[in-house]
């Protein structure tokens, strides 16, 4: 895969004496049946859980990689949900609880229960303040990269999500058959989903896509604002914004992940922000 302009600029800048990225191990982890792949990047503490969005898996991240384990030396964690990637499909219907359960164990079964940064995007959002609401004793912090955040689901566009998105999901699945477009048709099906609070205690850094993934401008300020207004029920949360990014920030601007992991990584417990 080619590394996008912005990536290799990235990693032309990683310092000489930096090492090279370990091997990562791939380990096909059973849960409730079904056995999903969780690939792991050895290093030290703290671990980053990188999360991809609805549609993705664990490949969404490869580009970004290199330069976060050269500037952290941390532990990093990629998966496949159910029905993407290399894991096992599952039969509907689709629960967040069960997404969050398969995270839970995968990690319980890798041994990474402390010093976790969550680093969840779009869609994976849910599922991640799911695990961090039931296990906030494991979480250092987390970098919220244009993630679901409950603010957003106003009743208004919980029906606008119902009569639009998920038909669309639906037709696409339909035109499209197989594991993936499966899966996110089950996830549209079960919408609206359930949202956990993010707990107070844990640090989170907030970033959002300047241009959100909405054309519509009413759309996207909405995006917005309901973004600033999660950041703001907790004094140990910051929002940064991904100028001129599309939702997809890991290509359009890795830096600012980078920096913000990074930033997290080494941030000391009780600080008043990231």
């Given at each position: 895969?080619?590394?996008?302009?912005?990536?290799v600029?990235?990693?032309?800048?990683?310092?000489?004496?930096?090492?090279?990225?370990?091997?990562?191990?791939t380990?096909?982890?059973?849960?409730k049946?079904?056995r999903?792949?969780?690939?792991?990047?050895?290093?030290?503490?703290?671990i980053?859980?990188?999360?991809?969005?609805?549609?993705?898996?664990?490949?969404?991240?490869?580009?970004?990689?290199?330069?976060?384990?050269?500037?952290?030396?941390?532990?990093?964690?990629?998966?496949?949900r159910?029905?993407?990637?290399?894991?096992?499909?599952?039969?509907?219907?689709?629960?967040?609880?069960?997404?969050?359960?398969?995270?839970?164990?995968?990690?319980?079964?890798?041994?990474?229960?402390?010093?976790?940064?969550?680093?969840p995007?779009?869609?994976?959002g849910?599922?991640?303040?799911?695990?961090?609401?039931?296990?906030?004793?494991?979480?250092?912090?987390?970098?919220?990269?244009?993630?679901?955040?409950p603010?957003?689901?106003?009743?208004?566009?919980?029906?606008?999500?119902?009569?639009?998105?998920?038909?669309?999901?639906?037709?696409?699945?339909a035109?499209?058959?197989?594991?993936?477009?499966?899966?996110?048709?089950?996830?549209?099906?079960?919408?609206?989903?359930?949202f956990?609070?993010?707990?107070?205690?844990?640090?989170?850094?907030?970033?959002?896509?300047?241009?959100t993934?909405?054309?519509?401008?009413?759309?996207?300020?909405?995006?917005r604002?309901?973004?600033?207004?999660?950041?703001?029920?907790?004094?140990?949360?910051?929002?940064?914004?991904a100028?001129?990014?599309?939702h997809d920030?890991?290509?359009?601007?890795?830096?600012?992940?980078?920096?913000?992991?990074?930033?997290?990584?080494?941030?000391?417990?009780?600080?008043?922000?990231?």
């Amino acid at each position: 895969m080619n590394l996008p302009a912005c990536c290799v600029a990235l990693l032309l800048a990683v310092p000489a004496f930096a090492d090279p990225v370990p091997q990562a191990s791939t380990h096909m982890i059973a849960v409730k049946g079904h056995r999903l792949a969780f690939h792991v990047v050895p290093g030290h503490a703290p671990i980053l859980v990188l999360d991809a969005g609805g549609g993705s898996d664990s490949s969404y991240w490869h580009d970004i990689i290199p330069t976060l384990f050269a500037r952290t030396g941390s532990e990093i964690i990629t998966y496949d949900r159910a029905g993407s990637g290399d894991s096992d499909e599952v039969k509907p219907p689709f629960r967040i609880e069960d997404a969050v359960d398969d995270l839970d164990s995968g990690l319980q079964q890798l041994g990474a229960t402390h010093d976790l940064i969550l680093v969840p995007h779009s869609f994976a959002g849910v599922i991640d303040t799911d695990l961090a609401a039931r296990r906030p004793g494991w979480i250092k912090g987390g970098v919220l990269v244009d993630t679901n955040v409950p603010q957003f689901y106003t009743d208004a566009e919980i029906a606008y999500f119902k009569r639009d998105t998920v038909k669309l999901i639906t037709r696409i699945a339909a035109a499209r058959p197989g594991k993936q477009t499966r899966t996110m048709a089950a996830i549209a099906a079960n919408y609206p989903f359930h949202f956990a609070a993010w707990p107070a205690e844990v640090p989170c850094t907030v970033i959002v896509s300047e241009r959100t993934p909405f054309a519509d401008e009413l759309e996207a300020e909405h995006w917005r604002q309901a973004h600033l207004a999660f950041t703001k029920a907790a004094p140990n949360r910051t929002m940064q914004v991904a100028e001129d990014s599309s939702h997809d920030v890991a290509h359009d601007d890795p830096k600012i992940i980078i920096d913000a992991v990074a930033a997290m990584a080494t941030r000391k417990p009780g600080s008043a922000r990231p």
